[in-house]
C-alpha cells in the first residue's frame, strides 16, 4: 500500500485550531460561542499566573496557579507550550490537557499568543490550524476594551500600546478573520473549521469507501 494511502486509513488525529487577537476583538465570545455551537470542538484550559477575572472560574477558563506551582509544572516538562507573558503573568498548555484530545481525534480549539503557535508549530505542523483576528478599526478596538469594564485604565493603556507589536504577527496565521461582530466571526471561523475537518487527509475510510465504489461499479 503506498504511504498515501496507509495516511488515508490512518485513524485521524484531532486538529488544534489556535486563535489569537489582540485583547478587546472579541476573541473570548467568539470562542466561547464556536464552542457551545460545535460538539466536537473541545477547550484546552491553559495554566496561567494571572488573578482569574470576574466571572471566570478554576478550571474552565484556566487554571489558576502560583509562580512556584508554575516553576514546578516547568520543571516536570508538563507543558506543550508556554510562554511568559508581556503582561507580567506566565501562561502554559498542558501536555496532559492537549494528548487526551488530540490522540482520540477530538479537535480542540486553543486561545495563545504566537509564541506558543510557533512553539505548537514545531511540535505538530500537520495539527495546527491557525487563526488571527483583527478588530475593524482601532477605535473599535478601544471602545470595546473600555466597554468590557475588567481592566483598569493603565491595562487599557499597555494593550494599545502592544497592539502594534502584537498585529504584526497575522501573516504567520494560515487565516485571517476582521471581527465586525461575534456572530459574523463565529460564521466565518465555523466555514474554516469545516473545510480543514473535510481535508482528504484528515477524512479516515476513504479507502474503504472509494473501495465499495470500486466494487460497485465492476459488481454491476
Ligand atoms: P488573558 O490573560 O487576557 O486571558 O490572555 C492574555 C494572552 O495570553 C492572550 O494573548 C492569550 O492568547 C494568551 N494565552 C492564554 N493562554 C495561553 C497559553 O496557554 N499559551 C500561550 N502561549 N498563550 C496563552
Not at 67 to 91: I, M, N, P, T, W
Not at 98 to 105: A, E, K, L, P, T
Amino acid at each position: 500500500m503506498s504511504e498515501l494511502l496507509k495516511q488515508l486509513n490512518a485513524v485521524r488525529r484531532g486538529i488544534m485550531f489556535v486563535i489569537e487577537a489582540p485583547s478587546g476583538t472579541g476573541k473570548t465570545t467568539v470562542i466561547k460561542r464556536l464552542l457551545a455551537e460545535d460538539e466536537h470542538l473541545n477547550w484546552s484550559v491553559s495554566v496561567t499566573t494571572r488573578q482569574p477575572r470576574e466571572g471566570e472560574v478554576n478550571g474552565v477558563d484556566y487554571y489558576y496557579v502560583s509562580d512556584a506551582e508554575y516553576d514546578k509544572l516547568l520543571k516536570e516538562d508538563a507543558f506543550y507550550e508556554y510562554v511568559d507573558s508581556q503582561y507580567g503573568s506566565r501562561y502554559g498548555t498542558l501536555r496532559s490537557e492537549v494528548d487526551g484530545f488530540i490522540n482520540v481525534g477530538k479537535d480542540v480549539i486553543f486561545d495563545m499568543d504566537w509564541d506558543g503557535l510557533r512553539q505548537m508549530k514545531e511540535k505538530a505542523p500537520n495539527d495546527v490550524v491557525s487563526i488571527y483576528m483583527l478588530p475593524p478599526s482601532v477605535k473599535e478596538l478601544r471602545r470595546r476594551l473600555e466597554g468590557r469594564g475588567t481592566d483598569s485604565k493603565e491595562v487599557i493603556e499597555k494593550r494599545m500600546n502592544m497592539l502594534l507589536d502584537k498585529m504584526q504577527h497575522w501573516v504567520e496565521y494560515d487565516y485571517v478573520v476582521i471581527c465586525e461582530n461575534p456572530e459574523q466571526a463565529t460564521k466565518a471561523i465555523q466555514r474554516i473549521f469545516f473545510a480543514e475537518r473535510m481535508k482528504r487527509v484528515r477524512q479516515t475510510g476513504l479507502v474503504e469507501f472509494t473501495q465499495r465504489l470500486v466494487d460497485e461499479v465492476k459488481n454491476g
